[in-house]
Each structure stands twice: as C-alpha cells, then as structure tokens.
C-alpha cells in the first residue's frame, strides 16, 4: 500500500535525521580539542544547526525545547554543550518517532474494526477493499 510505504519512508528520513545528530555531536566534540580557528568555525555552523534542528523538533513535537543556554565564548566548554545538545536532540527525535510510529500502526486496525461495526448508510455504495 502506498500510504504505509510513505510512513516507511518518513521514518527513515527522521532516524537518518537523528543519526545525524549524533555525527554533528561527535564534530563538535573533536572541535573541543582543536586550535581557536578551527573550534570557532565548527562552533559558529554548530550552533546555527542546533537552532535549525531545535526549531524543526520544536515543530513536530508541539513541546519547546529546554536546553543549556550558548556559552558567549568558542571555549571547548561550549563545544561540549553543543555536543550534549545534539545527542539530546537525537534522543528526543528517535523518542518521539518510536512513538509516533508505534501509534500509527495501532490506529489503522482500530479504524478498519470501528468502520466494520458502523451499519452501511442507505443508499450509500458498497466499499470494496483493494489491498
């Protein structure tokens, strides 16, 4: 069925999205150890695609994030605050996708059972199944 190969696709795209993630938080926990230069580039993309995948969690799950405010530095501090960042972020995408698609599987079957007990509108044409 098409609709359950989308969900399937979808849920992929969001664990590769979290898988991500955790690469970004492995960057910036690199980034810790290098020279300012390199710390304060890798920190200066980091924190733009914190907020960005912050705001897109944010937008799917309807809950604002709680996170450690930027330190106003590119100390190795802030470049493992970044990394705990991203690795909560992952772990609350691949939680909320867990979720997700765990309800999304129950609900198809409860739907067709509730349909199957309603009586036929008079009138109404017959539903053929097609899967």
Same mark, same amino acid.
């Given at each position: 069925?098409? +609709?359950?190969?989308?969900?399937?696709?979808?849920?992929?795209? !969001?664990?590769r999205?979290?898988?991500?993630?955790?690469?970004? @938080?492995g960057?910036?926990?690199?980034?810790?150890g290098r020279? +300012?230069?390199?710390?304060w580039l =890798?920190i200066?993309?980091?924190r733009?695609? /914190?907020?960005?995948?912050?705001?897109? !969690?944010d937008? !799917?799950?309807?809950?604002?994030?709680? +996170?450690a405010?930027?330190l106003?530095?590119?100390?190795? @501090?802030? @470049?493992?605050?970044?990394?705990?960042? &991203?690795?909560a972020l992952a772990?609350?995408l691949?939680? &909320?996708v867990?979720?997700? &698609? /765990?309800?999304?599987?129950?609900?198809p079957?409860?739907?067709?059972?509730a349909?199957s007990? !309603?009586?036929? @509108?008079?009138?109404?044409?017959? =539903?053929f199944d097609?899967?």
């Open positions: 069925m098409r +609709l359950h190969q989308t969900i399937d696709e979808d849920q992929r795209r !969001l664990r999205l979290a898988a991500l993630m955790v690469s970004c @938080a960057l910036a926990e690199q980034a810790a020279s +300012l230069p390199v710390r =890798v200066f993309i980091l733009c695609a /914190e907020e960005v995948v912050g705001d897109y !969690l937008g !799917l799950t309807g809950n604002p994030r709680r +996170l405010e930027p106003p530095d590119d100390s190795p @501090a802030e @470049a493992f605050r970044l990394a705990q960042a &991203f690795r772990a609350a691949a939680l &909320f867990d979720d997700l &698609f /765990e309800r999304w599987l129950v609900l079957a409860r739907r067709e059972r349909a007990r !309603l009586p036929a @509108a008079p009138g109404a044409p017959a =539903v097609t899967s």
